[in-house]
């Protein structure tokens, strides 16, 4: 049997794992296996490698992916997904194994409808995947909002300065949340919850004033945006194949506003794509590892249309209709357990 791999959508560490376990399991099956390159623009340009123990030996610790990601839409490409039909079909292909986000998997879940047999593999540092409580990366992100935190809190407290850190997750809160509660930020600002200009004024007012703390570190999600109605500030117009504008600039407008209001030195840090960058996790190895081999399991019982997800400790199959009618919203209760701390 001769099966397919692809990462599409955003790298993130953890890709590689994932990537080397699908290879491993599938050459452990008998089955052969072929990496398209560059997500779905590798199937629909028959761009191709085989893999083989060679190819994913001394992998599992490397951040980005091997085969390399895009973010193309075959559906929003003239007779794109025909193309990946024949494609499969010529090449005998007779299952894939997409990694990817929301965008990726919604290519997958319409290509399984139309016939395609497949198992998806959830990653985005997002962590806005319904149907699986980590997501391939997210892990390793905040770690690395942690890790800065941690470098800035000295030069925050040197300076008395309030530091607003500017995170990635798109329209989801979870790197904030949990990289704001591991790097022990005095708030955290997410777009689920808009947030209030004088809520934050009276909350760094509150630590610098009466408390005696006369610094702050602010998290600031890319999609936060202020109560008043406003939008999340994006960093141009232009927008990718799926529609995604991309966001960004939250922190510089906000820094402006604090300094207006309060008097307090900002500054502003932009994690950008630190926070995509560097070596797994072992959390996102074992994760990345658990879920390549259940999708290659999954592939052998004749099971597709599914993405595998962990649920718990456990790894568990749900369809990708399923995951993909609904996010995996911030837990509140997370969120609101920060407050305990400012
Ligand atoms: O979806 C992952 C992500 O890193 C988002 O958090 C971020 O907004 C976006 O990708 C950036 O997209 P790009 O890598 O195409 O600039």
């Known amino acids: 049997m001769r099966i397919g791999v692809l990462t599409g ?7 590689n794992a994932a990537i080397r376990a699908v290879t491993r399991k599938a050459l452990a099956e008998g089955m052969e296996v072929l990496g398209f390159r560059n997500g779905w623009l590798g199937v629909l340009e028959k761009d191709f490698t085989p ?4 190819s994913v030996s001394g992998i599992l610790y490397r951040g980005g992916t091997i085969l390399g990601t895009s973010r193309t839409n075959p559906y929003s490409r003239q007779g794109g997904p025909e193309e990946i039909h024949e494609n ?8 894939l194994v997409p990694i990817g986000g929301e965008d990726t ?13 497949l198992v998806g593999v959830p990653k985005t540092i997002d962590n806005d995947l319904y149907g699986t409580d980590y997501s391939i990366g997210f892990d390793t992100a905040v770690g690395v909002v942690m890790d800065s935190l941690d470098k800035l809190h000295p030069t925050a407290e040197a300076h008395h300065r ?8 798109r329209d989801a809160g979870w790197v904030a949340t949990l990289g704001g509660l591991a790097g022990g930020a005095d708030a955290v600002l997410v777009p689920e919850e808009p947030f209030s200009l004088e809520k934050l004024y009276a909350r760094l007012r509150k630590r610098h004033e009466e408390l005696g703390k006369l610094f702050s570190i602010v998290v600031v999600a890319e999609g936060a945006r202020p109560r008043d109605g406003g939008q999340a500030v994006v960093g141009g117009t232009q927008v990718d194949e799926f529609g995604h504008i991309r966001l960004g600039g939250i922190a510089h407008t906000l820094a402006s506003q604090i300094e207006a209001a309060t008097g307090y030195e900002t500054r502003v840090v932009v994690l950008g794509y630190l926070q995509r960058g560097g070596t797994p996790s072992a959390f996102d190895r074992v994760l990345a590892t658990r879920l390549g081999v259940a ?42 357990l920060a407050d305990l701390f400012y």
């Open 9 to 15: 959508g955003g790298d993130a560490p953890g890709l």
């Open 51 to 54: 893999l083989d123990m060679h």
């Open 88 to 95: 499969l079909r010529d090449l005998e292909v007779e299952a």
């Open 105 to 117: 998997l919604g290519v997958a879940r319409r290509l399984s409808q139309e016939g395609i047999n």
């Open 162 to 169: 309030v530091m607003l850190v500017e995170v990635m997750g």
């Open 295 to 336: 999708a290659v399991e999954l592939i052998k019982a004749g099971q597709f249309g599914v993405m595998v997800g962990l649920k718990g400790n456990r790894i568990l199959p749900i369809s990708l209709e399923e995951s993909l009618s609904q996010t995996h919203s911030l837990d509140r209760d997370l969120y609101h």
